[in-house]
């Protein structure tokens, strides 16, 4: 269960937190209710975000000596990193992802999508089956993140092949040859996030101009480029896919009656690309009237915690605008909340509003495939033709 936790519905019984055993037998504290969560997610000091980044399926000496020939390191820099440290880390990542820089970029981004919208049009008008993963969904957020921290003209394709291989190694259930075979490409793009944050500008220029070393810029970059944009093009399929089969909710966009704000709030809380995240017991404490010895993993389902009953009015159903759609904890909460939330929800946006005339009269030729994972959803394609 914990790997597909996002194939769950509001109506299958839950405890407030259950005890949970991974593929290895270790028990985990599952904490569903958003009450709970949010608490958890706010408090810092009880629990801790340094096992956000550890490998759920722990690596054996051959994939660890794979990562040491790279040089890999994962310092704490953002969502592990519990530290002193992170104020200033963070402030200097919330800037280069500011809302008004965020907004610079809509022009731009609605221009390409459109441009994209009419290629795929006539493509369906023809006949044509059309994946809107890799033809529309997969790289737009990269892209826009490359203009935001000043990217290199680094290859698409290597970036989005070491972002997966990145969200595969360290929360994924694996065996031993497929964790080696993930340690040599993710221990290969690191070499080349290395030589970025040792010459880069924008965002490296500026974590290495505030002193940082270079554990840090390379640690800061390595997260961007996994949860700044991966995690992104990964809703931008989950919401597509799921509107397909809200012929109301496409009918309202089109008149006027549904704001595409709220639709992207609502895809939030109902198909969040993240459906859970870790903290660690600092102190003996208590959770509800669950006991929580110090030391203990908890496993918090963002996704369960966005279906909560006594949050939202239709747990399960897709009614933009319900009340309680947009306390959803999607980006998370607290001193690690998502830099990238404005960056996620214009992206969003823009292709909802774009794409919706599009999805009127298609029928689902593939829906996205996602492996299992702890935490991130990962489809794989999304194909449709017109009826």
Partial sequence: MLFRSWAQTADAYWPDVARVPDQAGVAHLLVTRHALVRQVLTDPVTYRPDNALDAVTPMPVSALRVLAGHRFRLPPTLANNGGASHPAIRAIVADALHPARVAAQRPWLTRLVRERVGGIGAALAAGGPVDLHAELAADLPLLVLARLVELPDAPVRAVKEFARAALELFWAPLDAERQRALAAEVGRFHGTLREFAAAGGGLAASLRAAGHPPDVVVGALFFLLVAGQET??????????????????????????????????????????????????????????????????????????????????????????QRGSRRHLAFGAGAHRCLGDQLARMEAAVVVAETAPLLHGVTVVREPWCPDNLTFRMPDAFVVRRR
């Fill in 232 to 321: 992104t093009a990964q809703f931008l399929t989950l919401l597509l896919h799921r509107l397909t089969g809200e012929p109301t909710v496409l009918a309202g966009l089109r008149d006027g009656t549904v704001a595409v704000a709220d639709v992207v709030e609502e895809g939030l809380r109902l198909e969040p690309p993240i459906v859970t995240w870790r903290r660690v017991a600092a102190v003996d404490t208590t959770l509800g009237a669950t006991a929580v010895p110090a030391g203990t993993g908890i496993v918090l389902w963002l996704a369960r915690a966005g279906r909560d009953p006594s949050v939202v009015d239709a747990p399960d159903g897709f009614r933009p605008g």
